[in-house]
C-alpha cells in the first residue's frame, strides 16, 4: 500500500491522473505517503472499498472505521462518500476533473440506486433526499447509513413522525449550508448516523460546522470494537441501522 500510493504520486507528478485502490483500512498503512502527499500538494486520488461493519464477515481487521478521520485530517484534502451506483459515478468524474488530493469512501453491500443519471454531486455539497413541512428531526446519512436512515423515515412516518434525510456525499468540504437550512426547520436537532467510528467520521465534521450555529448534533456511531457477522446483523448491534435511527428520534422528540 505504501508502494502503491507512493508510484500513484509519482504518476500524477508526470501529468496523469492517477486513482490507487484498496480496502480502505489498508491505506492506514500509507498514511505517511499520503500526508506527504499532501504537503507537497500532489494529484491524487484514492478509492476505498469495504467499509465498516456492514462488510460483514471478514471482520474487524479489515473493517475501515478510522479512514475517514484520517482523511479528513490530510492537508487540502477532499473526502466523498457516494450512496449508490449514481453518485459513485458521478464523484469519480468529479475526481477526475480536479486536481489535489481526493479519497473516495465505497461500500460494499448492493445498495439501492435512488438518483436518476443526471443528478449532479458538486464537491461541498450535500442532497435533501427527503423532507416535508413539519418534519422533526434531520438525520445526516452517508453511504449504507443513508438507506438506513430512508428505511427509518419510512417507519417513522407510519407513527405520524416525518423527517428530513440528507445525503452527506461530500464529507470535507461538508454541505454545511444545505444541513444548516434543514436544521433550522427541524428545531436545530440533527441525527447523524455513520458506519466509522464516533471520532472523527461525519458526526464530528456536521458537529465541527454547525455545533456553533446553535445546532445539536447527536451521533450514531460505532462505538465498540465490532466482530464478525452478516451485515444486517451488525448494523443492528453498533446501533446505526434502521430501529437504532427510529429509536433516537423518538427520543428527542
Known amino acids: ?43 491524487l486520488k484514492l478509492v476505498g472499498s469495504h467499509v ?22 490530510v492537508i487540502g484534502s477532499v473526502v466523498l462518500y457516494p450512496s449508490d451506483a449514481v453518485s459513485t459515478e458521478k464523484l469519480l468524474e468529479v475526481m477526475a476533473q480536479h486536481r489535489g488530493i481526493f479519497f473516495l469512501r465505497t461500500s460494499r453491500p448492493k445498495t439501492p440506486v435512488i438518483y436518476k443519471n443526471d443528478e449532479q454531486f458538486p464537491i461541498g455539497g450535500a442532497k435533501i433526499v427527503r423532507q416535508n ?36 456525499y461530500s464529507i470535507k468540504p461538508l454541505g454545511k449550508d444545505v444541513i444548516k437550512a434543514a436544521a433550522q426547520k427541524t428545531g436545530n436537532l440533527v441525527v447523524t448516523v455513520e458506519d466509522h467510528y464516533a471520532e472523527g467520521g461525519l458526526g464530528d465534521a456536521v458537529a465541527g ?45
Open 133 to 168: 413541512a413539519g418534519d422533526k428531526v434531520t438525520v445526516v446519512g452517508a453511504g449504507v447509513t443513508l438507506h438506513e436512515a430512508l428505511k427509518a423515515a419510512d417507519a417513522l412516518a407510519k407513527e405520524g413522525i416525518s423527517i428530513t434525510v440528507i445525503d452527506a
Open 1 to 43: 500500500e505504501q508502494n502503491l500510493v507512493a508510484v500513484a504520486v509519482g504518476f500524477g507528478t508526470r501529468g496523469k491522473v492517477p486513482f490507487a485502490s484498496t480496502f480502505a483500512t489498508f491505506f492506514t498503512r500509507a498514511f505517511d505517503q499520503i500526508r506527504v502527499a499532501g504537503i507537497s500538494m500532489a494529484n
Open 209 to 253: 460546522e454547525l455545533s456553533c450555529e446553535g445546532v445539536k448534533v447527536h451521533k450514531l456511531a460505532v462505538r465498540e470494537l465490532p466482530r464478525s457477522g452478516k451485515a444486517e446483523e451488525l448494523l443492528a448491534k453498533f446501533g446505526i441501522d434502521a430501529a437504532a435511527i427510529v429509536k433516537k428520534v423518538k427520543s428527542l422528540v
Open 52 to 73: 465498516g461493519v456492514s462488510i460483514g464477515e471478514d471482520g474487524p481487521s479489515q473493517m475501515a472505521l478510522e479512514d475517514l478521520a484520517m482523511m479528513r485530517a
